[in-house]
């Protein structure tokens, strides 16, 4: 009887002490794309991680500045993601352009001769250019990526195959067409034509079966790998039922980047030159082959996310919630198709609104006609001429408005550096397409200043998914600071900001949001201390804080 009573308290403690911890393990952090902090680069132009990948296909004629390939290449990625240089930016996703094979030769659209080092100009969807790397570096990308708890999402491209070039022939006439070329007046003018000449225009909105186009069919079989490819794409209509038109076709090999490599979603291009109900058919393919993924490597799974869709219509905005206005017709690319959009706005916004009206514009529509979707937020991007601040005089105001919006944040390569976007010599887009300024990021204390902010703002951003997905309110107008708030299942977060604030000493009423004896850490200081009479001091030598509950 004395063992056994022993033995019952034994057990009744060890129990209570199990339901102790239970009661104080938090749930963990979890990721959730409305609230991701994405760094979007070009592969050609972010880090050379193989010299021997330089050249190929002899693409070595003299081209206009920025315009050729630049030795950018996916294990340059990889090399970085190692070194921890995404992690200590907060980055929680990367966005790559198409690493597709590309046109081998190079042609003129009235900027100097071009390569397609962008990637925008497929020659075969089903390879990788040997310029960015092999599928074995991919392969070894995503996995790096993946164990760093980091998404890969890759550039989709459905729209147009490569310019037509002494090299590169053009795609059978049922694939594509060559005009009229769009003047973007209309629906039909923006989608049934080429976007610019010399850009064939895959024929999205036929069902009718096509063949391969014969380039392929001879490459495939110069390759030794003609009959694994018809094979699957048998097996792929089969399964679908969907008839073998050339969207279809593109759409398979699109999806094969999903069942090989397991990437995590695919950036957009070209949305809106595409009949909205392709995106939806994209949707669709996308999500099954995801899911077929994740049964099969369930070893591979980062979280029970679903396949990510972001898309680029180009001069959407915010405003416009659902709705992209064609000026002849409306259309709804949310609907069974994108998680969210490239919200072409943001740049306006920040320059002209005050920074209090902005976020809770954002917050506002995010939560309401947005509710369960997101824009994607940038301040400067590949191919937009009018960046917010492209001589970089404004480095630490553009993380700080683009960090701290409500929405999906897009770090492009060299903001975190204040990579200039003012190329003297250049024509066109490549003034914003320099290779990444290293050398300042290791040698510059200046640099090294914003890089620091970025990593900062950015790391508060990934480790809070109330920075991003959260609800927006502010408390005080001056000081300014402003609380916002997100709750997933068991998971609640909460954190406060403040901006504009006096250096030294800061007291600041936070009794609308902690309680007295709560521990504060300001992640910008490093500062942690006690709410007392429902406020908060800080002593720092900065004008923010960013304060999280520890």
């Keep these: 009887m004395k063992y056994f009573l022993v033995l019952i308290s034994f057990l009744v403690f060890f129990n209570c002490e199990d339901k102790k911890d239970i009661l104080q393990e938090k749930p963990k952090t979890p990721f959730v794309w409305e609230g991701a902090n994405i760094y979007f680069l070009l592969t050609d132009r972010f880090n050379n991680g193989d010299t021997s990948n330089d050249i190929n296909f002899d693409r070595n004629l003299e081209t206009g500045k920025l315009r050729g390939f630049e030795g950018g290449d996916i294990k340059g990625i990889t090399k970085k993601i190692k070194e921890g240089y995404f992690t200590d930016l907060g980055i929680n996703a990367i966005w790559m352009t198409p690493i597709v094979e590309q046109i081998h030769g190079g042609t003129d659209e009235g900027t100097g001769l071009s390569y397609g080092f962008h990637g925008y100009w497929a020659s075969d969807w089903t390879a990788v250019d040997p310029n960015f790397g092999t599928k074995e570096d991919l392969h070894k990308l995503v996995e790096t990526a993946h164990k760093h708890g980091i998404r890969i999402l890759l550039d989709a491209v459905i729209n147009h195959t490569g310019p037509v070039t002494e090299k590169d022939s053009l795609w059978p006439e049922k694939w594509i067409r060559t ?18 000449k010399n850009l064939p225009d895959i ?11 014969p380039q392929l069919v001879k490459k495939w079989k110069t390759e030794g790998r003609y009959e694994q490819e018809v094979a699957e794409l048998d097996a792929f209509f089969k399964r679908t039922g969907h008839p073998r038109a050339p969207r279809f076709y593109i759409m398979k090999w699109l999806t094969d980047y999903i069942t090989e490599f397991g990437i995590d979603g695919y950036r957009v291009d070209t949305v809106k030159h595409v009949e909205e109900r392709v995106w939806q058919e994209f949707k669709v393919v996308c999500d099954f082959t995801f899911g077929q993924f994740k049964k099969n490597n369930p070893d591979k799974v980062l979280d029970d996310n679903n396949f990510y869709l972001v898309g680029e219509v180009y001069n959407y905005g915010i405003s416009a919630a659902k709705a992209f206005d064609f000026g002849d017709k ?16 943001i740049k306006w ?15 506002d529509i995010l939560n309401s006609e ?6 994607l937020n940038y301040l400067s991007s590949h191919d937009d001429s009018e960046p917010f601040d492209p001589t970089r005089e404004k480095p630490f105001e553009t993380a700080t408005k683009l960090l701290l919006c409500p929405g999906v944040s897009q770090v492009y390569y060299g903001d975190e550096s204040a990579r200039s976007l003012v190329i003297e010599g250049t024509v066109g887009d490549a003034t914003l397409r320099s290779f990444m300024n290293w050398d ?22 990934a480790n809070h998914p109330a920075v991003g997905a959260g609800v927006h309110q502010m408390i005080t107008e001056s000081p300014y600071l402003f609380y916002r708030s997100f709750s997933k299942d068991d998971f609640k977060d ?17 009794s609308k949001v902690f309680e007295n004896g709560d521990t504060l850490h300001d992640a910008y200081s490093g500062i942690s201390n006690k709410v007392v009479d429902g406020k908060i001091a800080i002593d720092s030598k900065f004008n923010m804080i960013l304060l999280e509950k520890i």
């Design 179 to 196: 005009e009229p070329q769009c003047d973007y007046q209309s629906y039909d003018k923006t989608i049934t034509c080429t976007l610019v």
């Design 203 to 213: 024929k999205t909105e036929s069902d009718e079966a096509v063949a391969l186009p």
């Design 330 to 345: 409306k259309v709804d690319y949310f609907d069974k198709a994108f998680n969210g959009l490239i919200n072409f706005e």
């Design 349 to 363: 916004d920040a320059a002209q609104m005050p920074t209090e009206d902005m976020f809770k514009k954002y917050s």
């Design 370 to 375: 947005l509710k369960g979707y997101s824009v």
């Design 440 to 461: 300042a990021v290791q040698n510059t204390p200046k640099t090294k200043a914003v890089l620091e902010h970025w990593q900062k703002l950015g790391q508060f951003r």
């Design 494 to 510: 909460l954190v406060v900001v403040g901006l504009d604030l006096p250096i030294g000493e800061k007291v600041l009423d936070v």
